[in-house]
């Protein structure tokens, strides 16, 4: 039996995702990523006004439970539960 991981190509760090620290975005960035996490998650679900959620989703920003995302490879960001 031989061992193959170190044969294997490793993940360019330049390619994963990142936690953006959200004291380096401005209000209108943070508010422009609570506006598009609403729409996206509760705009589809006959939701009659999704961006009444907008406060509950900056809060969370505030608090930790949603952190903002950078993918260098497509080069977008976007809200999510730290890992």
């Known amino acids: 039996m031989s061992d193959q991981t170190g044969h294997q190509p490793q993940p360019d760090p330049r390619q994963e995702k990142f936690i953006v620290d959200r004291e380096l975005l401005t209000e209108d960035q943070l508010n422009g990523l609570a506006e598009e996490y609403c ?3 509760h705009g589809l679900n006959d939701t009659e006004n999704p961006l009444a959620e907008r406060s509950r989703v900056l809060a969370a920003i505030g608090k930790g439970d949603l952190v903002v995302w ?12 730290p890992e």
């Open 70 to 81: 950078f993918d260098p490879v497509e080069n977008t960001a976007g809200l999510g539960v």
């Open 39 to 41: 729409t996206r998650y």
